[in-house]
């Protein structure tokens, strides 16, 4: 993800998952620095600071939707059957 560009805001633990908002990225990924911390609940004994395995970006609020789209009408759409949120689990 680049600097400006539009992202989804995305529920995923709850009843109903999907997209209810965008969002803008202002800046790009860094290293996630909870996965370097034994008392965060992200804390990953795996992930190294010379090379992190999660990253993280800051974004800011654009807008919310005007209705959830769904996880379930998202599989509906073909062209979407390779992201990794929508693919079958």
């Not at 999907?18 to 908002?21: D, F, H, K, R, W």
């Not at 965060?40 to 004994?45: L, S, T, V």
């Not at 992930?47 to 992190?52: G, H, I, K, R």
């Given at each position: 993800?680049?600097?400006?560009?539009q992202?989804?805001?995305?529920?995923?633990?709850?009843?109903q998952p999907?997209?209810?908002?965008i969002?803008e990225?202002?800046?790009?990924?860094?290293?996630?620095?909870?996965?370097?911390?034994?008392d965060?609940?992200?804390?990953?004994?795996k992930?190294?600071?010379?090379?992190?395995r999660?990253?993280?970006?800051?974004?800011?609020?654009?807008?919310t939707?005007?209705?959830?789209?769904?996880?379930?009408?998202l599989?509906?759409?073909?062209?979407?059957?390779?992201h990794?949120?929508?693919k079958?689990r």
């Open positions: 993800m680049k600097l400006g560009d992202v989804f805001f995305y529920h995923s633990n709850c009843g999907g997209i209810v908002g969002m990225v202002i800046k790009e990924g860094y290293p996630d620095f909870t996965a370097f911390d034994p965060d609940i992200h804390f990953d004994p992930s190294d600071p010379a090379q992190p999660w990253m993280m970006i800051d974004v800011k609020y654009v807008r939707l005007p209705r959830t789209i769904t996880l379930k009408e599989k509906l759409h073909p062209e979407l059957a390779g990794g949120t929508v079958a």
